[in-house]
């Protein structure tokens, strides 16, 4: 019956691995022990257009904000010009390295990680929700 508890706060979480700062904290995502982190390296594995189109609806922002405008890719060959929503999600699909990344994707929402520290709030977030669930007993251990 724990399992149930656990498949409930599965967490995609989609990084790239060519970057430091991302394989850090995806390390640390898979210290944190109240849910299953499922990764997704961009590096890897490709998302299609639709799952980013749907991710960009979960996360509540225009496709366009998926997009790190620091990205080197960006400012090379996308900076100043307009693309279509279409247009985006296939250079999106092609070019995953210029997406905003790490991004947490649950079933019940999705966002940006910027620090460590969301993870933090993530956290207590799912405490309190396994306390709530488990409150019968501890046998998790």
């Known amino acids: ?26 390390g640390y995502a898979k210290s944190l022990d109240q849910h299953y982190i499922n990764a997704i390296d961009l590096d890897k594995e490709v998302i299609t257009e639709r799952q980013w189109a749907e991710l ?38 092609d ?8 991004i947490i994707d649950s079933a ?3 966002r940006f990680i910027k620090s460590p520290y969301d993870f933090n ?6 405490e309190e929700i396994k306390n709530h669930l488990a409150n019968k007993g501890e046998s998790d251990e």
Do not use: C, W
Request: avoid cysteine; proline fraction near 2%.
């Open 1 to 26: 019956m724990e399992t149930n508890n656990k498949s409930d706060m599965e967490i995609k979480f989609i990084y790239n691995s060519t970057q430091i700062k991302e394989r850090e904290a995806y």
């Open 95 to 102: 070019h995953p390295q210029i997406i905003k990344t790490p």
């Open 108 to 110: 019940k929402y999705a």
């Open 56 to 93: 960009a609806q979960k996360l509540k922002v225009a496709v366009k904000d998926l997009i790190d405008e620091n990205n080197d890719y960006y400012q090379d060959e996308l900076e100043g010009k307009d693309f279509d929503d279409n247009d985006l999600l296939q250079m999106i699909k």
């Open 121 to 126: 709030e993530m956290d207590m977030a799912f």
